[in-house]
């Protein structure tokens, strides 16, 4: 999962820097890259194993750095196999992505969810996977409690979290 992080104050660009490669030194699954966005001046795209991930970072960078940020909505990258056979990485928008008369086939992050929930709601979770292209892998009882097992396409967890 990526998203990019921003600093408040531009002129706290250069502190971000080194904030961020001071982290980086001691998380081997955080990845960073100098970003540049019109509206938002210098920052970095930034990669996390996921939510939570990030929010430990960026509260790590805000508490300790003494640096405010502004964070982008989060995004994944996915695969578009080309029919000329090439791949292209970064389709994270519609305007990254190449025409469908040129794509022979796109692979997206998924992941394996593990749910419990009581009893009651079982049916509106079993819904709410669905809608977000779930697929069911298992379904099991532990008395009044179900545990629900669904592979679920990475980007409907992350614009479900962070949109409501």
Do not use: W
Not at 65 to 91: F, N, W
Not at 119 to 128: A, C, Q, R, S
Request: proline share 4%; net charge negative; with cysteine.
């Amino acid at each position: 999962m990526f998203c990019g992080l921003f600093p408040v104050d531009s002129s706290e660009f250069e502190d971000l820097r080194d904030a961020i490669s001071k982290l980086a030194l001691n998380d081997a699954s955080f990845s960073h890259e100098m970003e540049t966005s019109a509206a938002l001046g210098f920052g970095f795209r930034c990669g996390f194993l996921g939510l939570l991930h990030l929010e430990v970072i960026r509260d790590r960078l805000e508490r300790e750095y003494d640096i405010e940020l502004i964070t982008t909505a989060p995004s994944v990258i996915y695969h578009v196999y080309k029919t000329d056979g090439t791949m292209q990485r970064a389709c994270t928008t519609q305007q990254t992505c190449p025409t469908s008369v040129k794509v022979d086939h796109i692979e997206e992050p998924r992941i394996k969810a593990t749910i419990l929930t009581p009893d009651e709601y079982l049916g509106d979770v079993l819904k709410l996977c669905q809608d977000r292209r779930g697929i069911q892998l298992d379904l099991t009882y532990a008395g009044a409690r179900a545990m629900v097992v669904y592979d679920l396409p990475l980007n409907e967890v992350v614009s479900t979290s962070t949109t409501g």
